[in-house]
């Protein structure tokens, strides 16, 4: 054949498929490149240019907005303020009260023994925790916008508050009751003034989360959350609970052993257990081991097993705080078998007092991480029972509204509060449909404050530590999670077991931040360990996916598609060139010594088709890439006797075209674009010309900024059957990228180019 265009039997019909039947002229070559659309050129038919406003501008606009007064920006305002009165104003009175009301007298129940038990946790008197339940939940009802999550005392945050006040305990027991002198204390410090010193703590630490809340809130950071997966929340409240338990073994065995802040707190912990178990009150392990079994027992397999069944479960934990506190006044436990109370209560509210600051920077992280960490299992449990109601949460107003009930209870011997999981399920489960039921149960807990509460001076705290104990079950079960998050995630299953590892082994707050330290390393190593794919068309269809995992693929003839699912920046630029020699099989820096030895690209070419001419090697042997290498070494007799390595070394003769599939490269930097230059001007000098598909547009704008697509304009296509089926039509006439200079006697032999695709 003598005439170049009638070399190829192909046409391009309106979809753009390539079919072998119709001799196509050399205009209709001129026709198929018009009617590839080019990045540019699309863009300039379709993409909106907006111009950017400066800075100077955009701060104008936002306090000329911001200083816009109208009766509805006004009640806007007022109602995404205080989204209370929006709801109200469609509460429906007869159909939802009276839900409201058993739903918050069944909430208020649990309450009562909870909030006492997790006070103690905190190393601070049992009462704190009834105030916990009254004062901060009447402001989160003004200012939050979820229904359902019940507000208070929960156990990870009462133990990151312990673990504060640790340091300023000077290891002594914690204290016994409010006023008791019964207390080991230091010789040189009365047991009122470590009491004064420890109330003073706790509160300032809730007014100084509460304010860094606040300041989260306005400046719209509520997505600060969004960097604590789901499964480093997971292994971090695993992790936490191990340390609740062991904070309560203690109570349960009766033994008077002293707290150990800093690391390693459960190694010193259990060794002293271990030291002092000779010296178990056996009154005190037998009441809490029938505590245990009639708490499981009750909760588990009645209230749970048959949950369809009851109206409401059965409040088992007050029902045993009752009984424990009676039969320890008329029994007089702690005369005969010296089992600890918790004391006395005392009875009426607490009178308001502005928060000490004592010591105040000393704690000052410890106050931002339980500010972060009581949001996130706030917002994330509030989101989860928002979604099952069908009703939307505004997470930045939520983190106002935590913050504005901590620093309000601040003034009333609170420490930080958060929803609780055990609490908010139990308000969904019986009805509950808003927080009016939250302001029930908080009534109910007033009426205990004022009236009831020095009834429950004889309750023996072995009995709370029971309660405790097996509130920490449905934690504990996390662990179950891990084969299911193995199968989906083996990033997400290594997050879990470092951040709940750390947080056992050295402590709380180090375990949580060097989970969040690994949980960001792994999102740099995912996309570090991206890797190139080799994509070819799947038949039939113009669609391009990866051929080692999927079947009936075509391969073009010269060309080599690649595809990378992840951004080009600093942390892979280089991984990324690696993959892409191995993917493509060609390695410029060894073709360019070939090339240099052969004297031109062309003699390199021609000496690299001569076998396949001759007959000593077959065309369909030729492997695009290391991957098709391994494939045809079970047929390499067929080549007669050339072995995979003799291809391999051959292959950059046959690629005229390196098409690299953008679709999935979400973000690009300075130095992905350099590397990008790099690797297209090293193909460029071995006579292989790179084209760029489904460019993103954050990833042109980049691109277009750093003279990239001035540059390399023509390489650009809006599809990536465009840029093949163009560089299909080049390769055939004979264009070697950017060997364009090459005369026509150059052009591979027809023979070679009449093997079929």
Known sequence: MTNEASLHNVVVDDNQSITEKVPLEEEQYVEIRHRLYRTTSFRKDYFKEVEKPSMKDACKERVQNALKCSPERGKNCLNKTFPIVKLMKGYKWRSWLPNDIICGLTVGIMVLPQGMAYAMLADLPPVVGLYMSFFPVLIYFLFGTSRHISMGSVAVVSLMVGGVLERYNGGVTPVETFNSTSVEVEPSRPSADLLSMKIGIATTLSLMVGLFQVALGCMRLGMVTSYMSDPLVSGFTTGAAVHVFTSQVKYIFGLKISRHPGLFQLV???????????????ADLIISLICVIVLYLVKVQINMRFKSKLKFPIPIELIVVIIATVASHFGNFRELWNIGVVGDIPAGLPTPSIPSFQDASGYTMDALVIAIVGFAQSVSLAALLARKNNY???????????????????????????????????????????????????????????????????????VLSAIIVVALRSMFLQVLELKQIWKVSVYDFFIWVVTCVCVVVLHVDYGLLIGLLFSFYT???????????????????????????HSKTNINRGIKVVGYNAPLYYANAEIFRSHVYKVTGIKPE????????????????????????????????????KTSMKQSQSTDSKSNGAPSSVLAHHTA??????????????????????????????????????????VRDEVWSVLEETGFVEKYNDSFYITVHDAEVAAAAETDEGDTGSNKDISDESKPDDRLLEQPV
């Not at 010193?268 to 056996?282: A, F, G, P, Q, S």
């Not at 509060?417 to 019986?430: E, I, L, N, P």
């Not at 999935?664 to 130095?671: A, K, Q, S």
């Not at 297209?680 to 489904?694: D, Q």
Request: proline share 3%; aromatic share 10%; charged share 20%.
């Open 392 to 462: 939307n949460i505004d997470a930045n107003q939520e983190l106002v509204a935590y913050g504005f009930g901590n620093i309000f209870g601040s003034f009333f011997s609170c420490y930080p509060f958060a929803a609780s999981v055990s609490r908010s399920s139990v308000h969904d489960s019986t009805g509950g449909k808003t927080q009016i039921a939250s302001v029930v149960a908080a009534v109910l807990v007033l009426i205990v404050i004022l009236l009831i509460g020095p009834l429950f001076e004889s309750l023996p705290k072995c």
């Open 523 to 549: 999102v740099v190593l995912r996309t570090q360990r991206a890797q190139a794919m080799n994509l070819e068309k799947v038949s039939e269809v113009d669609i391009y996916k990866d051929s080692s995992t």
């Open 653 to 694: 003769a046959f690629v005229y075209y390196i098409i690299i599939d953008c679709s999935g490269m979400t973000f690009i930097d300075t130095v992905g674009v350099k590397i990008l230059k790099q690797i297209t001007e090293e193909y460029r000098a071995v006579g292989i010309k790179w084209l760029y598909a489904c």
């Open 590 to 625: 060894k073709v360019r010594k070939q090339i240099k030895r052969h004297g031109s690209i062309l003699a390199f070419r021609r000496a690299s088709i001569s076998p396949v001419l001759n007959g000593t090697v077959e065309v369909s042997m030729l492997p695009m890439s």
């Open 268 to 282: 010193k912990v259990y060794r002293d257990i271990l030291l002092h178990i000779t010296e178990t009150n056996v």
